[in-house]
T-cell receptor, first 115, second 113 residues
């Protein structure tokens, strides 16, 4: 079974600064996807960024980028130039690359961006 | 922009009652999911649905739960006899194809009293 671990329950960052959220996962599979989802106070789950395991290049989406270390099974999220609107719960998630397999989520990291 | 919509946003029900949570997935999506999130905890998978049948379900999804796509647009989750521990946020999600991004609805907060 796959597991996802987020070891930082809460983090805070000053506006305009950079913050990195950690995520590790465990799987014996070789083909899979990794995701970061954002859950603001509105509660909706919003996809931030996605990484295919077969791609060595780290995914980037505007101010959001990941550091994907497949051998270490690590998938951290870096948020640059943090904005107040980035305040949210961030969930790391894993999905196998076969069929409509479900997402396995970590417990989340609550990020507060401070003005 | 297309989105997954869920109704109601909040439902309060008495223990033992049946509830139906409704979702309208994105129209060209073929794969549908229900997840739940107990307050303060992580999001957990309940069930996935494709081609009018359940394709995978978790241990949480016991005989009290059922899903249905009654009319080609709605996707419902029924809990037959609610328990206090069913209180949670329930998220519907859909995806266009296998292994593509799942789009989530805004959730239904279910409170069982």
């Amino acid at each position: 079974a796959q597991t996802v671990t987020q070891s930082q329950p809460e983090m805070s960052v000053q506006e305009a600064e950079t913050v990195t959220l950690s995520c590790t996962y465990d799987t014996s599979e070789n083909n899979y996807y990794l995701f970061w989802y954002k859950q603001p106070p509105s509660r909706q789950m919003i996809l931030v960024i996605r990484q295919e395991a077969y791609k060595q290049q780290n995914a980037t989406e505007n101010r959001f980028s990941v550091n994907f270390q497949k051998a270490a099974k690590s998938f951290s999220l870096k948020i640059s130039d943090s904005q107040l609107g980035d305040t949210a719960m961030y969930f790391c998630a894993f999905s196998l690359n076969s069929g409509n397999t479900p997402l396995v989520f970590g417990k989340g990291t609550r990020l507060s961006v401070i003005a | 922009e297309p989105e997954v919509t869920q109704t109601p946003s909040h439902q309060v029900t008495q223990m033992g009652q049946e509830v139906i949570l409704r979702c309208v997935p994105i129209s060209n999506h073929l794969y549908f999911y229900w997840y739940r999130q107990i307050l303060g905890q992580k999001v957990e998978f309940l069930v996935s649905f494709y081609n009018n049948e359940i394709s995978e379900k978790s241990e949480i999804f016991d005989d009290q739960f059922s899903v249905e796509r009654p009319d080609g647009s709605n996707f419902t989750l029924k809990i037959r006899s609610t328990k206090l521990e069913d209180s949670a946020m329930y998220f519907c999600a859909s995806s266009e194809a296998e292994s593509t991004e799942a789009f989530f609805g805004q959730g239904t907060r279910l409170t069982v009293v």
